[in-house]
DNA sequence: TTGTAGGCGTTATCAA
DNA sequence: TTGATAACGCCTACAA
């Protein structure tokens, strides 16, 4: 009783204050349809009649309903867009472009975050799905079965970011993390260093810095320079490079890091035990944050442009989007491989 | 033709493929509102048909419709997060946060970012509303006068968060960013440094870190410490540091940052010029940032609590949600003050 | 504990 | 260009 009668009650009041397109009609002495048209495509509706559903919208203060929109035309204008982690700037970022750029689109952006778990993965995805979005974009190309098979027989347009893959589930943007590995190594190579290590975090779960790490390391030992790969299971942090650094074999002289977060501990870490940068140590990050520049020294790192990534991302959405779509609309590039930029910087 | 025709066969094949409610019963041989009553509330249902029900939805790969359920219900589960930025870290380990403990009861986080823009909120709060949200959550207590009005009118529960109001719009979570500026000039004061300035960036649209400024400049008059106010329009960065330095009219012996990243940009640029921290200038940030403990030397900072922001605004939600409030779901507590921690460190 | 009926606010189809 | 009408898939009284 205590609770029903509240819920009841606040039903009733959200119900009975909400305006709905039916009053427009009435207020502009219209009918429902035109209005609803007037809203879709205002350029198929007289002006003259436009000026007055305009006038009873403001009136009345309509709030349109996408819930009942999105019913009745079987399909929502929301985008799914799940990545492992927020607290990433390289992901916040690009969710940040991307919803701006959907936006344009009158797409919404729906966020949500795995924490890097492919079974958490497979609940958001559950949850997407049962909005009708008019697509979903996923974080890598690692996901459980389960997801795979959700996806592809509710057919809805999918993107998978930041990594490239054989077998998209539909349509993938972004570029070779091992490519990114080998980059990097072939720069120490270049400088001559003659051991070397990466530093990784969380790699059972981040597939991507997994690639990167065996990337760096092949090639590493293609050019028989001896090579490390040390492992931290938390997130990446600046606090996680001294504990790297710590289980360390023998010291080397270049690390390759996880990311520039680490790779800025790595330098705190330098600092505070008097190795000199990039004297004794060379140091290389990925993803150039926006200290990486500022650093003392700046750090040597990886760009994997996630603007373009984003844009990317929004282009196959869009190409996928009755509404939007220019063309054929058909089936657009399946796979787009945007590169990176290597940013030699002092640090290494 | 070319665009109607792709369309309306998407919304043919999506529609053919979807498997709804009334399938699922048809299946476990049940009525359709047996299925929806399993669905919320699994403990109704004798045990018999809730494994029969359940055997038909994996058989048959049932994805329940939000949509549909969210317009009969008359209001969905998804509660809108409206922050300024998510490239922010408060920010985006406050929705981060939030997003966990909402999952906990079943709300889905919708989140949209205002780039400080009141109109762009404006426009979101539209948005937002346009889905039956159970809730919205709004950054600081500056809005346009439509946005509250839209929202008073609605009925909708709302949130606002990261400071603390007289009169918020429904319920408020956050606390007082001047008193944040004046225990950090209180602590320069107690270190006896004769001259001080607020380093900020982009105070015109950041009210809160307006109020830091406010709060700090204050005391320190207020204790006959000479004080400047530098500002920056571009967002708060590492590399706003050394512009703002320059901006200075003359040098000071401690500076209060916008927050962490700037206070960082400091610490660089000092380095970089070789004046000894905390020996020549004292350098204190805001946001505790997890880099802050770790650099070289450490940052004095201000923790704000952002767990604790977001199990506070999660509390306020669910006290207003029907399905999960406890006891009479009346209106709760209005204003919630999480108060912060000072955080002093080597850097000052 | 289970089933029946009516409606939620909008869109899309068609006819006027 | 505008309007009537039938879904859309589910929820919620209420009845059985």
Redesign the pocket.
Known sequence: MDQ?EPA?AA?KRR?MQ?V???DVAKHAD?????V??Y??KPE???E???QRVEHAIAELG?V??YV??G????GSRVVSVIVPSLRNAFFSDTVTELEKLLAESRLQTLVGHTEYSATQEEALVRAALSWAPAAVVLTGTAHTQATRDLLRRNGTPVVEMWELTDDPIDQAVGFSHEDVGRRIARHFIGKGYESAAFLGARMGDDKRAADRARGFEAEMRAYGVPVQVVEDHAPASTGSAARLLDNLDSPVRAVACSNDTVALGVLFEAQRRGIAVPGELAIAGFGDLEFSAQSVPPLTTVRPSASEIAARVADCIRARDPLTATSGAGEGPRVFDTGFTFVPRESG
């Open positions: 029903t009841k039903r119900k909400r709905t397109m039916t219209v009918s429902p349809s035109t609803s048209l809203l879709r198929a509706v007289s003259r009649i436009g309509y349109p309903n009942a929109g019913l009745a035309a079987a």
